[in-house]
């Protein structure tokens, strides 16, 4: 009977979790027909509402920003709208924060979240799984001496939450192990494990 019960938590949880997620992000992206008027909404149109017409919707307004984005008339349009931004105080901060954040994590140029690394943490000998996000910048880096970098601990089981570091690059050491193979073996609390690569004779990031 124990061994039933367990196979069937096994087959039915990751299903259950995924509905959820899946679940929980349409119903996040059907916000946007609150930018429609109200008798475009599907309730005004067919009597009833139909979940994931707002999850198509947000695609179709974010492929349309990026089409106009990459055009001449688009570039030009953004800029003069974050030139108004940066003229207000509050939302200058604010805006100028989550955009440097934004390009970082997805532009292609940017650098961050794309190296998983090992790192001790939270004390000498127990050892984790972290993400290189760069280099300190700032007066920060006036305070630090040597070769340093920043690194994004994630906690487990979600890695949503963390800690953020900055170590130097000798007690850094760079993994054979992209990035979603990372946020699993995370995820999974090392249950689900990455195939496992012959070392680099040389790392960018060596240990002492």
Do not use: C
Request: aromatic fraction near 10%; avoid cysteine.
């Amino acid at each position: 009977m124990k061994k039933y019960f367990i196979t069937g938590l096994l087959v039915l949880v990751p299903l259950v979790i995924t509905v959820w997620v899946l679940k929980s992000l349409i119903g996040a992206m059907d916000q946007s027909l609150l930018l429609l008027p109200e008798a475009w909404h599907p309730h005004a149109l067919f009597g009833r509402d139909i979940p994931g017409v707002g999850a198509i919707l947000t695609i179709a307004i974010v492929l349309t920003t990026g089409i106009i984005a990459t055009n001449f008339f688009g570039r030009h349009l953004i800029t003069l709208w974050e030139k108004l931004l940066n003229r207000v105080p509050v939302v200058k901060s604010v805006y100028s924060s989550v955009k440097q954040v934004s390009d970082t994590l997805f532009s292609d140029s940017g650098n961050a979240f794309r190296k998983a690394v090992l790192v001790q943490f939270p004390r000498q000998g127990v050892w984790t799984i972290a993400f290189v996000t760069g280099t300190p910048g700032g007066d920060v880096a006036n305070h630090l001496h040597g070769d340093y970098v920043s690194v994004f601990v994630p906690t487990t089981p979600n890695p949503t939450g963390g800690y953020f570091l900055m170590m130097p690059k000798a007690d850094v050491i760079e993994l054979e192990m992209s990035v979603d193979e990372a946020l699993k073996y995370i995820i999974s609390m090392g249950v689900v494990a990455p195939a496992n690569r012959p070392p680099k004779l040389l790392t960018e990031y060596p240990n002492k």
